[in-house]
C-alpha cells in the first residue's frame, strides 16, 4: 500500500515538471536557445516562468 501512495506522489510531480517544460517550450527563445551567454539563458528561463506562473 505504501509503495502505491510514493507512485501516486512521485508520478503527479514527474507530471508538474513535463507540464512546465512543454510550456517552455512554447517560448521559442528558451526551445532554440538564442542566447550566447549562459546566465541571459537562465535569465530568460525565470522571466518565462514567473510569465507562465503569473498567468
Known amino acids: 500500500m ?21 510550456r517552455l517550450k512554447d517560448w521559442r527563445r528558451v526551445a532554440t536557445r538564442y542566447d550566447r551567454y549562459p546566465k541571459v539563458f537562465l535569465s530568460t528561463i525565470a522571466l518565462a516562468e514567473l510569465v507562465i506562473l503569473w498567468l
Do not use: S
Open 2 to 22: 505504501h509503495c502505491g501512495a510514493m507512485g501516486k506522489r512521485r508520478y503527479k510531480r514527474r507530471n508538474r515538471i513535463e507540464i512546465m517544460f512543454a
